[in-house]
């Protein structure tokens, strides 16, 4: 049976987490769905896991489309989210309508969009038209000229105090979920037992509703400088599908993430 938002919204409301990792073409869709993991997140890391760029902001609409319409005909259980990538959910709400209508009808059921309370009027324009929307906080890769790095967000009390208010905001806008993206686990802690729907972390804590990791990551692909929030969960695994449902469990467990992939 397909995953839908009322799934979801079930296994919040009973405590049970659940269970996100990235996707970008049919045969893992297939896979991570067959390991029990709950949402595909056709992510615009894209760019950087399948295109070999620096970042993400020359993804474009096209190559989501492209992508979100392989992870669909892979995926039969599988919720889908799909990112709004670099300029398309920026210039207005009327546009990034038009935008995201192109992901659903790709096989999206869930759009992601960067940004804090300035995307409210956009986020209530799009939920308003049956388009659900996952907002995405804290490391906002599309910003990442303008954060100077990736680099932990809402790590003082000041800034900490104006992402627990982006994410009270995001909520009354509609907003169906909110993603956390590497920021102290306290502070994810207070968002996610303050607002009432699902939280989503990377690098962000045990006390979300839900886990996110990009597959690549996960599965030991990635090149380059150790990253604190990331497990890689072919140690200890002898296939694939091992490893990710090694990681399906241990999110539902709790297991995952653990102290030392947290940030203070
Ligand atoms: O694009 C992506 O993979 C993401 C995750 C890092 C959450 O947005």
Same mark, same amino acid.
Request: aromatic fraction near 6%.
């Given at each position: 049976m397909k995953t839908t938002i009322s799934t979801l919204l079930k296994m919040h409301k009973n405590g049970e987490k659940f269970t996100v990792l990235t996707c970008y073409d049919a045969l893992f869709a297939t896979l991570l769905e067959d390991c029990g993991v709950d949402v595909l997140l056709v992510g615009d890391s894209l760019g950087n896991?399948?295109? /070999? *760029?620096?970042?993400? @902001?020359?993804?474009t609409l096209e190559h989501m489309v492209y992508h979100t319409q392989c992870v669909a005909r892979g995926a039969e259980k599988a919720f889908i989210m799909v990112d709004m990538p670099f /300029?398309?959910?920026? @210039?207005?709400p009327e546009r990034t309508f038009e935008n995201a209508c192109q992901l659903m009808a790709a096989g999206a059921q869930m759009v992601k969009i960067e940004g804090g309370r300035i995307m409210a009027d956009t986020i209530q324009f799009l939920t308003q038209r049956g388009i659900p929307v996952c907002a995405h906080v804290g490391l906002t890769p599309q910003s990442i000229h303008q954060l100077g790095g990736y680099k932990i967000q809402g790590n003082t009390e000041i800034k900490a105090k104006a992402l627990l208010e982006d994410a009270k905001i995001l909520e009354k806008s509609g907003a169906n979920m909110l993603l956390m993206e590497v920021i102290p686990a306290k502070l994810a802690k207070q968002i996610s037992t303050v607002l009432s729907i699902p939280t989503i972390g990377i690098g962000a /804590?045990?006390?979300?509703s839900a886990q996110v990791l990009v597959l690549h990551d996960m599965l030991g692909l990635c090149t380059g400088k150790k990253i604190k929030?990331? *497990?890689?969960?072919?140690? /200890?695994?002898?296939t694939i599908q091992d490893a990710v449902c090694n990681y399906v469990k241990a999110v539902k467990a709790s297991q995952f993430p653990g102290q030392e992939h947290e940030f203070h």
């Open positions: 896991v399948v295109q /070999g *760029k620096e970042t993400t @902001l020359s993804v /300029g398309t959910s920026q @210039l207005s /804590g045990a006390d979300c929030f990331i *497990k890689n969960f072919m140690e /200890g695994s002898s």
